[in-house]
């Protein structure tokens, strides 16, 4: 099956500073990645959907200039989380998917505001 | 609007007793995609299986089984002979034709298999 990369799998950053994550799909082209959100004992939650080359659509209630992405090719998204809080502290799992085929799940991203 | 609802938010069996999950979707679209995951707790979801609405006929995968009934919205699945490697959080997931490709989770079912 299609492999889906995360970088870092968990980090650790202070509040105030801003946080990457890439998403990398390693053996075919992702014309659409998705970011999600897993708080603790709950469900995953759709952050937005990125498609190569244009900007990303995000859901309600996702604040788009605190969670910037970017889809810069076909093998790559990145999840930039601008000035944490210690409330995104979160799971964030990418997924991606090749049109309108099944996606493919990263192993996720810890991550600790302090 | 897409909607996937686990009613059971934690079981707990004894090793090697059977366990059925159950899962109830809302969507009208005529074609659409049916998921279950289990995630482990490393946080990794692993991919099930994959149903589409056209296809009625239940699926048996080692010790997992899938029922998937159109008339009453459901896609259950039941684990059976449970083992601890079992223990995990699983989910049902939807996708529409309308929605594109966004999954649409259900809240999830923990799963805790005690030896």
């Known amino acids: 099956g299609a492999v889906v990369s995360q970088h870092p799998s968990w980090v650790i950053c202070k509040s105030g500073t801003s946080v990457k994550i890439e998403c990398r799909s390693l053996?075919?082209?992702?014309?659409?990645m998705f970011w999600y959100r897993q708080f603790p004992k709950q469900s995953l939650m759709l952050m937005a959907t990125?498609?190569?080359?244009?900007?990303?659509?995000?859901e309600q209630g996702v604040e788009k200039d605190k969670f910037l992405i970017n889809h810069a090719s076909l093998t790559l998204s990145t999840l930039t989380v601008t000035s944490a809080h210690p409330e995104d502290s979160s799971f964030y799992i990418c997924?991606?998917?090749?049109?309108?085929?099944?996606?493919?799940f990263g192993p996720g991203t810890r991550l600790t505001v302090t | 609007a897409q909607k996937v609802t686990q009613a059971q938010t934690e079981i707990s069996v004894v090793e090697k007793e059977d366990v059925t999950l159950d899962c109830v979707y809302e969507?009208?679209?005529?074609?659409?995609?049916l998921f279950w995951y289990k995630q482990p707790p490393s946080g990794e979801l692993v991919f099930l299986i994959r149903?589409?609405?056209?296809?009625?006929q239940n699926e048996i995968s080692g010790r997992y089984s899938w029922n998937f009934q159109k008339s009453t919205s459901s896609f259950n699945f039941t684990i059976t002979a449970s083992q601890v490697v079992d223990s995990a959080v699983y989910f049902c997931?939807?996708?529409?034709?309308?929605?594109?490709?966004?999954?649409?989770f259900g809240g999830g079912t923990r799963v805790l298999v005690k030896p």
């Open positions: 997924s991606a998917a090749q049109g309108f085929g099944e996606q493919y």
């Open positions: 053996d075919f082209q992702a014309t659409t």
């Open positions: 990125s498609n190569e080359g244009s900007k990303a659509t995000y």
């Open positions: 969507t009208r679209d005529t074609t659409y995609y």
């Open positions: 149903r589409n609405s056209f296809d009625e």
């Open positions: 997931a939807l996708i529409g034709g309308a929605a594109g490709n966004k999954l649409t």
